[in-house]
């Protein structure tokens, strides 16, 4: 009796802070509103804008088709009431004081709270080369609309650092605009990291399809600019050097949880640490009742992957747990609801639409279970230790749903069922993840062992991680 | 049902123009209560919700 | 859970559902039959009195998942179970009865002329072409108080849609109205006196077709055999048996399924005066009035001609390798587990993702004609005709359990308001 009258008075009064105001932030205030929490919402943001969009930066906003603007998220109706602070990032976390403490001074006291403060791209590691006119990085909306003026402007070349999916879907702007464009990939083909070599071998023949310049197991060791501080050149690591003037970093993401590290929560490399039900978990390991966390920055255990934790950069893991966290927040302990969505994301290049479900890096085969990988059109499946862990898709997007069931169902790999549009052989390869010791990039999906705190972390290297 | 507004990039990926200007509001809203997948949410700008209150509705 | 066929297992009446559902006594209201079949959502059943019989799906879920579902063959030929329609000689250059990678090329080559990513705009820029029609014949209705829905509406008009798309020259409508009609009734569970006709009326069909595509071919216009016959692109052209038999899937499916699709619309709405008079009002709605139109009252009640390639487990029991399947669309469509107060006729639902096109990748072809259609024709239905009632109901039926839809709507009237078309041509949408 008495915990019901605490609860709803907490769903008319308590006060809900999230810090965070882009896909996952507005997801969860969305999800409170319709959930029927009345009390006050406070959603902070570090940059000046309404919740946008990401994927469109480097799909329709470098071609030109969109203005950045345009990239605003619509608001469901039931978002009223909703206080904005934008423009201010958090510094600080007061877990026992249960405030955040603001860039500006200011400090916000909250009842919950949700940090949902995502990822921003890892800039260039020399600052100075970093701040030549002509180097960009896609940060956001800003950048953007800056990288877009400067490709609308027909550079003679276009050089990208680093072949993710930032960096490939870049590359396929600039093919589209008809830009010379050069890639540099660490690893042995494109999007490797995410796909395995075998099916990053095809994404490498693509680019090539499509006249990308594409330099593989190469890094960029420095860049050069003249007296004025424009950019005239890179250097690589295989000796050579490239004339250009228009340089885009796309070397993966860094979790945007610095300003948690001293606040007692389990923090690391890989964001914080959270159980299913999007609970932090403190430095002791312990889940707190009031902190929740969701989106790029979360950490959290997947049933479907033996409870490993997994930190994902996706859109729909975002607004998905996003959902979870924000119903998790106001709901009565019997209706808690676990995040155990199966993983998804999708990408589209060079006329190619990529999806991907579950999770390819927990594989250590794959196997073409339908179509041709030489005409760029077919469904791919992972697997490891005689299970379906994953499935991926060349323009096969309307057979995922079925792979996504089979996976549910821990169907065995490779699959045993005869269904259409088989290759008459079916043997599944090695799926050629990188070296988990090796550094790279991008890693759309880590798999980060048990232990959540980065200082008590003894990495169990069976997986690829950056 | 609204060319302008979405196209398909490729065999498959659709993309689409997120905030379309008003000469495409029919249209836009053929196509989202004709989507297949119901996947297209719908916000209508704040200046006009203020002067039709019964037409702020976002369609999921 | 069974596996075995008729039997043992399987309840008496559960095995004469689908026959019920075939029985043209059960034509104007199936749906309390489509309510009994979901009580098992995968059952075995017989179906028509030349049929082996065939498994059927009657559930939203169940269904969606074999929508798309690798296993799932809609080739026929592929079925291990011998007689009934395993037997029709399936077409093999129709997209709609093969599986990828054919039917992914052809059905790519088909969609070059029609829609996105090459054609993008082509069907919304038909829109005014179509609003003149539909302007045309309901002007042909006006000083008339009682009239046929059917006759003089719900099939002149995609039959005039689809016959200028193609480039099919419409004196030659009634002609192919027969061929169509005999297929149209041999899709399921034909009588064997059906089966050859429906042979001998696809041999006449595909004469016909071959001999317009070669003066297509001669002297081109902007149609779609023409550009389909001459145009050439990343996969190549299509060969002409390809060519003749999707030009007959097109012209065939492009006015029997959106006829019904009228025809099943205006009994709805004559059925809910409120929501007609809604619509008056309220014309934005018709865009979702049309899809609840297609969960409703789906005109195509069910999919008959599926296989699977092997064991298909499914709502805790398996469908055995090799049968044949049957999807109830009709049954998914008011399924209470997928749509809240699935018998309630209501445009303004939301989460409104019915089957009434299929899924997958053979969902319709047509979907966005028949959207545009529909759309345009009930607006104008709906602002044109005053104080419409039905005369009789339940209509007639049309005879196919399949492909159903009233025979005739007869429906009095004050009056067939004038169009703004009519008052200053010079407007357009």
Same mark, same amino acid.
């Given at each position: 009796?008495?915990?019901?009258?605490?609860?709803?008075?907490?769903?008319?009064?308590?006060?809900?802070?999230?810090?965070?105001?882009?896909?996952?932030?507005?997801?969860?205030?969305?999800?409170?509103?319709?959930?029927?929490?009345?009390?006050?919402?406070?959603?902070?943001?570090?940059?000046?804008?309404?919740?946008?969009?990401?994927?469109?930066?480097?799909?329709?906003?470098?071609?030109?088709?969109?203005?950045?603007?345009?990239?605003?998220?619509?608001?469901?109706?039931?978002?009223?009431?909703?206080?904005?602070?934008?423009?201010?990032?958090?510094?600080?976390?007061?877990?026992?004081?249960?405030?955040?403490?603001?860039?500006?001074?200011?400090?916000?006291?909250?009842?919950?709270?949700?940090?949902?403060?995502?990822?921003?791209?890892?800039?260039?590691?020399?600052?100075?080369?970093?701040?030549?006119?002509?180097?960009?990085?896609?940060?956001?909306?800003?950048?953007?609309?800056?990288?877009?003026?400067?490709?609308?402007?027909?550079?003679?070349?276009?050089?990208?650092?680093?072949?993710?999916?930032?960096?490939?879907?870049?590359?396929?702007?600039?093919?589209?605009?008809?830009?010379?464009?050069?890639?540099?990939?660490?690893?042995?083909?494109?999007?490797?990291?995410?796909?395995?070599?075998?099916?990053?071998?095809?994404?490498?023949?693509?680019?090539?399809?499509?006249?990308?310049?594409?330099?593989?197991?190469?890094?960029?060791?420095?860049?050069?600019?003249?007296?004025?501080?424009?950019?005239?050149?890179?250097?690589?690591?295989?000796?050579?050097?490239?004339?250009?003037?228009?340089?885009?970093?796309?070397?993966?993401?860094?979790?945007?949880?610095?300003?948690?590290?001293?606040?007692?929560?389990?923090?690391?490399?890989?964001?914080?640490?959270?159980?299913?039900?999007?609970?932090?978990?403190?430095?002791?390991?312990?889940?707190?009742?009031?902190?929740?966390?969701?989106?790029?920055?979360?950490?959290?255990?997947?049933?479907?992957?033996?409870?490993?934790?997994?930190?994902?950069?996706?859109?729909?893991?975002?607004?998905?747990?996003?959902?979870?966290?924000?119903?998790?927040?106001?709901?009565?302990?019997?209706?808690?609801?676990?995040?155990?969505?199966?993983?998804?994301?999708?990408?589209?290049?060079?006329?190619?639409?990529?999806?991907?479900?579950?999770?390819?890096?927990?594989?250590?085969?794959?196997?073409?279970?339908?179509?041709?990988?030489?005409?760029?059109?077919?469904?791919?499946?992972?697997?490891?230790?005689?299970?379906?862990?994953?499935?991926?898709?060349?323009?096969?997007?309307?057979?995922?749903?079925?792979?996504?069931?089979?996976?549910?169902?821990?169907?065995?790999?490779?699959?045993?069922?005869?269904?259409?549009?088989?290759?008459?052989?079916?043997?599944?390869?090695?799926?050629?993840?990188?070296?988990?010791?090796?550094?790279?990039?991008?890693?759309?999906?880590?798999?980060?062992?048990?232990?959540?705190?980065?200082?008590?972390?003894?990495?169990?290297?069976?997986?690829?991680?950056? | 049902?609204?060319?302008?507004?979405?196209?398909?990039?490729?065999?498959?990926?659709?993309?689409?123009?997120?905030?379309?200007?008003?000469?495409?509001?029919?249209?836009?809203?053929?196509?989202?209560?004709?989507?297949?997948?119901?996947?297209?949410?719908?916000?209508?700008?704040?200046?006009?919700?203020?002067?039709?209150?019964?037409?702020?509705?976002?369609?999921? | 859970?069974?596996?075995?066929?008729?039997?043992?297992?399987?309840?008496?009446?559960?095995?004469?559902?689908?026959?019920?559902?075939?029985?043209?006594?059960?034509?104007?209201?199936?749906?309390?039959?489509?309510?009994?079949?979901?009580?098992?959502?995968?059952?075995?059943?017989?179906?028509?009195?030349?049929? &082996?019989?065939?498994?059927?799906?009657?559930?939203?879920?169940?269904?969606?998942?074999?929508?798309?579902?690798?296993?799932?063959?809609?080739?026929?030929?592929?079925?291990?179970?011998?007689?009934?329609?395993?037997?029709?000689?399936?077409?093999?250059?129709?997209?709609?009865?093969?599986?990828?990678?054919?039917?992914?090329?052809?059905?790519?080559?088909?969609?070059?002329?029609?829609?996105?990513?090459?054609?993008?705009?082509?069907?919304?820029?038909?829109?005014?072409?179509?609003?003149?029609?539909?302007?045309?014949?309901?002007?042909?209705?006006?000083?008339?108080?009682?009239?046929?829905?059917?006759?003089?509406? &719900?099939?002149?008009?995609?039959?005039?849609?689809?016959?200028?798309?193609?480039?099919?020259?419409?004196?030659?409508?009634?002609?192919?109205?027969?061929?169509?009609?005999?297929?149209?009734?041999?899709?399921?569970?034909?009588?064997?006196?059906?089966?050859?006709?429906?042979?001998?009326?696809?041999?006449?069909?595909?004469?016909?077709?071959?001999?317009?595509?070669?003066?297509?071919?001669?002297?081109?216009?902007?149609?779609?055999?023409?550009?389909?016959?001459?145009?050439?692109?990343?996969?190549?052209?299509?060969?002409?048996?390809?060519?003749?038999?999707?030009?007959?899937?097109?012209?065939?499916?492009?006015?029997?399924?959106?006829?019904?699709?009228?025809?099943?619309?205006?009994?709805?709405?004559?059925?809910?005066?409120?929501?007609?008079?809604?619509?008056?009002?309220?014309?934005?709605?018709?865009?979702?009035?049309?899809?609840?139109?297609?969960?409703?009252?789906?005109?195509?009640?069910?999919?008959?001609?599926?296989?699977?390639?092997?064991?298909?487990?499914?709502?805790?029991?398996?469908?055995?390798?090799?049968?044949?399947?049957?999807? &109830?669309?009709?049954?998914?469509?008011?399924?209470?587990?997928?749509?809240?107060?699935?018998?309630?006729?209501?445009?303004?639902?939301?989460?409104?993702?019915?089957?009434?096109?299929?899924?997958?990748?053979?969902?319709?072809?047509? &979907?966005?004609?028949?959207?545009?259609?529909?759309?345009?024709?009930?607006?104008?239905?709906?602002?044109?005709?005053?104080?419409?009632?039905?005369?009789?109901?339940?209509?007639?039926?049309?005879?196919?359990?399949?492909?159903?839809?009233?025979?005739?709507?007869?429906?009095?009237?004050?009056?067939?308001?004038?169009?703004?078309?009519?008052?200053?041509?010079?407007?357009?949408?």
């Amino acid at each position: 009796m008495r915990s019901n009258g605490a609860r709803a008075a907490f769903k008319d009064s308590g006060r809900i802070v999230i810090v965070g105001a882009s896909l996952a932030g507005l997801s969860a205030a969305e999800t409170l509103r319709t959930e029927g929490f009345t009390g006050p919402v406070m959603l902070i943001g570090d940059e000046p804008y309404l919740p946008y969009d990401r994927p469109p930066l480097s799909k329709t906003v470098p071609i030109g088709w969109i203005p950045p603007e345009h990239t605003q998220l619509p608001r469901h109706e039931t978002l009223t009431d909703v206080e904005w602070r934008l423009g201010v990032p958090a510094t600080r976390l007061d877990l026992a004081g249960k405030r955040v403490h603001l860039a500006d001074g200011y400090t916000v006291a909250f009842d919950r709270l949700l940090i949902a403060t995502g990822t921003r791209a890892r800039p260039w590691s020399n600052p100075a080369e970093a701040s030549l006119e002509g180097v960009y990085t896609l940060r956001g909306r800003d950048d953007a609309q800056r990288l877009r003026q400067r490709l609308a402007a027909g550079p003679r070349r276009v050089l990208v650092i680093g072949g993710g999916f930032t960096g490939s879907e870049l590359a396929s702007a600039c093919r589209e605009l008809d830009l010379p464009v050069t890639v540099t990939e660490r690893g042995s083909a494109p999007l490797v990291g995410a796909l395995g070599s075998v099916i990053a071998e095809r994404a490498a023949t693509l680019q090539r399809q499509h006249g990308v310049d594409l330099r593989c197991q190469v890094t960029v060791t420095s860049l050069e600019g003249d007296a004025q501080g424009r950019l005239r050149r890179a250097h690589l690591s295989d000796g050579s050097t490239l004339d250009t003037e228009v340089a885009v970093v796309a070397l993966g993401a860094i979790r945007n949880s610095e300003w948690l590290r001293d606040s007692g929560l389990a923090v690391g490399r890989f964001g914080v640490g959270c159980d299913a039900g999007c609970r932090a978990i403190d430095i002791n390991a312990i889940v707190t009742d009031d902190i929740f966390v969701a989106g790029d920055v979360a950490r959290f255990p997947h049933p479907l992957y033996d409870y490993q934790f997994l930190a994902l950069e996706h859109w729909g893991n975002a607004v998905e747990q996003a959902q979870v966290a924000a119903h998790n927040m106001v709901c009565a302990p019997a209706d808690r609801r676990p995040h155990v969505a199966v993983p998804a994301f999708w990408s589209s290049q060079f006329g190619v639409n990529i999806k991907s479900v579950g999770v390819p890096t927990a594989a250590e085969e794959v196997v073409i279970t339908q179509g041709s990988l030489d005409d760029a059109c077919f469904v791919a499946t992972y697997g490891n230790e005689g299970q379906l862990v994953a499935a991926v898709t060349f323009d096969q997007a309307k057979w995922l749903e079925h792979y996504r069931r089979l996976i549910e169902q821990a169907a065995p790999f490779p699959p045993t069922f005869r269904g259409v549009d088989q290759p008459t052989r079916m043997s599944p390869v090695p799926a050629g993840f990188p070296d988990p010791t090796a550094p790279t990039h991008e890693a759309t999906v880590v798999l980060t062992g048990y232990d959540p705190n980065e200082r008590r972390v003894q990495w169990i290297p069976r997986r690829y991680h950056t | 049902m609204a060319p302008d507004v979405f196209k398909l990039h490729g065999e498959e990926a659709l993309w689409y123009d997120p905030a379309p200007d008003e000469m495409q509001r029919e249209h836009v809203l053929r196509a989202a209560a004709a989507c297949p997948v119901q996947a297209i949410q719908v916000e209508w700008p704040r200046a006009a919700s203020r002067e039709n209150t019964g037409e702020h509705r976002g369609i999921a | 859970m069974s596996q075995d066929t008729k039997s043992q297992d399987t309840k008496p009446q559960e095995t004469t559902i689908l026959r019920q559902i075939y029985d043209y006594a059960n034509r104007a209201n199936p749906y309390p039959l489509w309510a009994k079949l979901r009580q098992t959502p995968v059952s075995w059943q017989e179906d028509g009195p030349q049929e &082996a019989g065939t498994y059927v799906v009657s559930t939203y879920r169940e269904i969606e998942a074999l929508l798309h579902d690798s296993r799932v063959s809609s080739d026929l030929r592929n079925s291990l179970q011998t007689g009934g329609r395993t037997r029709t000689t399936t077409d093999p250059y129709l997209f709609i009865s093969l599986d990828p990678p054919e039917h992914d090329r052809l059905r790519r080559l088909a969609m070059r002329h029609f829609g996105p990513p090459e054609r993008p705009a082509y069907l919304e820029q038909l829109r005014p072409e179509i609003l003149r029609i539909v302007t045309t014949l309901l002007d042909q209705l006006q000083g008339q108080r009682q009239l046929d829905l059917v006759d003089s509406f &719900a099939y002149p008009l995609p039959v005039t849609v689809i016959c200028r798309i193609l480039g099919v020259p419409q004196e030659d409508e009634p002609q192919f109205h027969v061929w169509a009609q005999a297929i149209v009734e041999s899709i399921a569970a034909p009588t064997e006196a059906q089966r050859r006709q429906q042979e001998q009326a696809r041999n006449d069909l595909n004469q016909y077709l071959a001999r317009l595509i070669e003066r297509h071919r001669q002297q081109p216009g902007d149609d779609l055999l023409s550009r389909m016959a001459t145009d050439t692109g990343p996969d190549g052209r299509m060969e002409d048996p390809y060519l003749v038999s999707t030009a007959g899937l097109l012209l065939v499916a492009g006015h029997e399924t959106t006829v019904n699709l009228l025809g099943n619309g205006m009994l709805t709405l004559l059925r809910h005066p409120q929501v007609l008079e809604r619509l008056r009002r309220e014309p934005d709605l018709i865009p979702a009035t049309v899809e609840e139109l297609l969960r409703y009252e789906p005109p195509v009640q069910f999919l008959p001609n599926r296989t699977t390639l092997d064991e298909t487990p499914l709502a805790g029991t398996t469908i055995p390798k090799g049968v044949v399947v049957t999807l &109830a669309l009709a049954a998914g469509n008011r399924d209470p587990v997928r749509f809240t107060d699935p018998d309630r006729f209501d445009p303004t639902r939301p989460d409104n993702e019915h089957l009434g096109f299929g899924s997958g990748i053979h969902s319709c072809f047509g &979907a966005p004609l028949a959207r545009v259609e529909g759309q345009i024709a009930f607006t104008e239905l709906v602002r044109r005709l005053e104080q419409p009632r039905l005369v009789v109901d339940p209509p007639p039926y049309r005879p196919s359990p399949l492909l159903r839809g009233p025979q005739h709507l007869l429906i009095a009237v004050d009056g067939v308001r004038e169009s703004p078309q009519q008052l200053a041509p010079a407007l357009q949408r």
